[in-house]
């Protein structure tokens, strides 16, 4: 099947549904849950993840997924498994079921590359319809490329270079540059056909990848931006590179390598037989015959492209496939910012006046300091994530929610330094090993600096940023100055002269008041 070079349209495709954002997230109020699910009907499985999309930032609230092998044998017989047509078919009467009982608002059903290439594809997508009551879209292959593309862009909206999904049937690679999907191409290379079209003849796979990323030729005009690799098997791979460089933190999204790394990584995997692969953990014994032909598809793909970086996403299709229901990839959005101003929400403690908490702060950090404005936003938002926890604990259950929260599209930087951040505020010390693996001795600093800073501010108006807000803080070089209303009880110096001494001392200043 030859390759197809398209440019792929930047607005046709939208839902026209629009959210009032201004109703997805009330500051103060806890937020109430809106479900909204994507069935990918793939080739070789078929995943429901159900979505709680009442705040601007969708969140996985439930995921399942049944490997039915649909592909399986697709190469030699053009059709669908019998196997795969009964086990998807069980899934699919099940995923209804779920979704019924669960009050999910909207369901999208996406049938992919061996659904749309099978000749008994239609009458299988006429069966569930008819039993299971759904409405299906049988995608084509720019179809498929622009909404993997979507779901980057929505955990990454400056994402620039190059997404690469690969699945059991094909391989789409997808320019992306100034925020929107540009070229593309869909391969047939996928995890099942690739091995089945070769006879699991390796050299014959290496060739063939080699002939048809070869016969796209804008790949080569990427060289130095970023790889984007998405769909299980690659994830797989993601995780093997983590435990080779006994990477602190297992969290695949955001984790970033450079080119020469996923290369190792690649071939290492690429020459591994299924036997030994099923002694490695990173790799799931379902994928061991396969994930070595996508290392091979990744090593080709990575000659060819030439990336700076590899940047592992778990946004895929699916999040692509919500974020266009919701209609959130026309706003402005920032997965940092909506991320953890949503946390806070849930936590049940008002939101408002943080952003003005966070310029309060502003005085402490030079313009290139690693508490970027970004940053002190969203610490401020997240400054009274454990309110409800036992005091004891504050410190640390505020650091592994943070550390560990289901965000897609944060830097693993941002959740170390926030983590840190947060971590001090509520008076943590010694603790918070992985995250200080993340950061250097600067960052992690300027994350305690700012945690101080937030515990000072909460401790002037028990919590409430307002209070703080009538009073300033600026610096100098030997001092540390906090300046308060004159002749109001409610500023007493005694009360949180501690706080600013603390916060002094690890500036190397000496704290100081004055009145206004």
Not at 102 to 111: F, K, R
Not at 118 to 127: D, K, L, Q, R, S
Not at 191 to 211: C, F, M, Q
Not at 376 to 390: E, G, T, V
């Amino acid at each position: 099947m030859p390759s197809k070079t398209v440019l792929l349209p930047q607005t046709s495709c939208w839902m026209k549904i629009k959210q009032n954002q201004n109703d997805l997230l009330t500051s103060g109020s806890a937020v109430s849950r809106r479900l909204v699910a994507v069935i990918d009907l793939g080739s070789n499985s078929v995943r429901l993840v159900i979505y709680d999309c009442a705040s601007p930032h969708p969140v996985p609230f439930f995921n399942e997924k049944v490997i039915a092998g649909l592909a399986q044998g697709i190469e030699q017989s053009g059709q669908l498994s019998p196997e795969g047509v009964d086990l998807a078919m069980a899934a699919m009467k099940r995923f209804s079921q779920l979704c019924n009982r669960l009050g999910v608002e909207h369901v999208s059903v996406l049938a992919t590359a061996a659904v749309r290439e099978a000749g008994n594809g239609p009458a299988f997508v006429t069966e569930i319809e008819e039993t299971c009551g759904f409405s299906i879209e049988i995608i084509s292959g720019e179809r498929e490329a622009l909404l993997s593309a979507m779901g980057v862009l929505a955990a990454n909206p400056k994402a620039d270079g190059l997404v690469g999904d690969i699945g059991g049937g094909s391989l789409d690679v997808i320019e992306l540059k100034d925020g929107k999907a540009g070229r593309f191409a869909t391969l047939p290379l996928g995890t099942i056909r690739l091995p089945e079209h070769v006879g699991y003849d390796r050299k014959k796979a290496r060739a063939r990848a080699d002939k048809l990323i070869g016969d796209v030729s804008w790949l080569g005009e990427l060289q130095g931006r970023s790889f984007y690799p998405v769909g299980g098997a690659w994830r797989a791979l993601g995780r093997t590179a983590m435990v080779q460089a006994s990477y602190p933190l297992e969290i695949i999204d955001n984790y970033v390598i450079d080119r020469a790394y996923a290369t190792d990584i690649a071939r290492l995997v690429s020459s591994q037989s299924a036997a030994s692969l099923k002694t490695m953990p990173s790799i799931p014994k379902r994928r061991s015959e396969t994930v070595p032909f996508a290392a091979l598809v990744l090593d080709r793909l990575l000659k060819a492209a030439k990336p700076e970086r590899v940047v592992f996403s778990a946004a895929s299709m699916r999040e692509g496939a919500v974020y266009e229901y919701l209609n959130l990839l026309n706003d402005d959005h920032d997965p940092l910012l909506d991320s953890c101003r949503d946390l806070a929400a849930k936590a049940g403690r008002d939101v408002v006046g943080k952003e003005q908490l966070a310029d309060w702060m502003a005085p402490l950090f030079r313009e290139d300091d690693p508490a970027t404005p970004a940053l002190r936003k969203a610490a401020a938002y997240l400054s009274n994530i454990s309110w409800m926890d036992h005091p004891e604990y504050r410190a640390d259950m505020s650091y592994l929610k943070i550390l560990q929260a289901p965000f897609i599209g944060l830097r693993h930087f941002d959740r170390a330094f926030l983590a840190i951040a947060i971590y001090t505020r509520y008076e943590g010390e010694g603790g918070a090993g992985i995250a200080r693996k993340l950061l250097s001795g600067d960052a992690q600093k300027s994350a305690a600096v700012l945690g101080l800073a937030l515990r000072l501010a909460h401790g002037i108006g028990a919590g409430q940023p307002d209070a703080a807000m009538r009073t300033s803080l600026s610096l100098s070089k030997d001092t540390l100055t906090l300046t308060l209303p004159r002749d109001d009880a409610l500023y007493s110096e005694t009360a949180f002269s501690s706080r600013l001494k603390k916060l002094a001392a690890l500036m190397g200043r000496s704290p100081a008041f004055d009145y206004c």
